[in-house]
């Protein structure tokens, strides 16, 4: 088992600087996912940790000690690519004992036939056999063991890359986007299966993702790398209900939080939104809701703001009702549960309520304002019932 340490890692590829001085620790036996744009850096840093790729600055410390300059094999690390990088001319057998072959016999014992004739070749090749059989017992691909992998669905793929990273009992598992090519449906049944796995074996994962589900399902915390620079790192719900900044609030959660010009809400929240603003000058000050703490209500209720609704989007589950409101350049958008509420239709005139405590502040440069919360409340309250 191993703490990660990342301690000032920048990284240029030519001009482009790709990492900026990220520090970062993960606990020993953490689930840590990266998540961010495309192109942010994140496998990057991930083949960093490694040690596929050489950081330019900084350094990396597994466990308690430094790896800067040890090869990959060296770090006691398994990666588990998007592309699985299985060999295809292997049978899944031969692709998982691969990091054990590699690892226990001389470079005599792994040669074909000369290599039967060295001493202790057998008795290992035995030891190897009996670890590999033992993990696709675990991942439940014993029965495919003698196939290859173009006789594979994408998730039994999948599992096979797992277990080929499992084989060598790795101290830190890195994966990058291992679900990516699988459809909806499996991704959900695997990704439940990866959680399992980390429970049963309590080493650290970091893990790479494009997917919002699987980040805020999977991970103890979230660190979300926007431009090669670490923006904030928390437990998913403080991600999701806390963020510092914009960028946070932007990037997690779907449907997108709403954002919202504090000056296009001055009538509606007036006084609720005036504290984050100094002296009342909210230009640049922006507000955002999540979807599912916007509710409608009749039209007139005190403190609510009219709307009109442009779109109603049915999903079973969950309705998402688009809302234009006056002085605002996108509809808001507001989760619902099918059956709550009036029969809601495009063109009918509702309207909307917030409550202060729900709303995030955001200043002219984008960071979270928490300046007196508490006095945002009382304004409201204050204000509904005069
Ligand atoms: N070997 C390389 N040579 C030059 N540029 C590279 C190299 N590897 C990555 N880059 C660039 O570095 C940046 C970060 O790449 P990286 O693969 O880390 O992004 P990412 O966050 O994993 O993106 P994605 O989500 O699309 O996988 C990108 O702009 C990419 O084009
Ligand atoms: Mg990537």
Redesign the pocket.
Known sequence: MASISLDGIGKS??R?R?LKRISLDIRDGEFLTLV??????????LRIIAGLELQDEGSVRIGDRAVDGLPPKARDVAMVFQSYALYPHMTVERNMAVPLVMRRLGALQRMPLLGRLAPGTERMRASIAADVRKVALALGIEPLLARKPGQLSGGQRQRVAVGRAMVRQPAVFLM??PLSNLDAKLRVSMRAEIKELHAKLGVTFVY?T?DQAEAMTLSDRVAL?IDGELVQIAPPQVLYNDPDHVNVAAFVGSPSINLVQATALSEWLASAVRWAGDAGNLDGVTIGFRPERLSICNEGTAGSIAGRIRLVEHLGADRYVHIDIARTERPLIVRTHPHDGPDLAPGATIALQAEPKDMLVFDAAGRRLRKRPCDATEILIARSSA
């Open positions: 590829f030519g482009t790709v961010g744009p495309s192109g942010c850096g994140k496998s990057t840093l990058d986007e790479v494009h790398v």
